[in-house]
């Protein structure tokens, strides 16, 4: 998990993993 979140980290450019998180959860690839 973690390293799928690393993954869209580096491919979003996001800052931090709850930003991460909150961009899977708006594209869907993640289930609350």
Not at 2 to 13: A, D, E, R, T, Y
Not at 14 to 27: T, Y
Request: proline share 0%.
């Amino acid at each position: 998990m973690s390293n799928h979140i690393s993954n869209v980290m580096k491919k979003l450019h996001v800052k931090g993993r709850s930003q991460a998180v909150v961009e899977l959860i708006k594209l869907g690839e993640l289930k609350i």
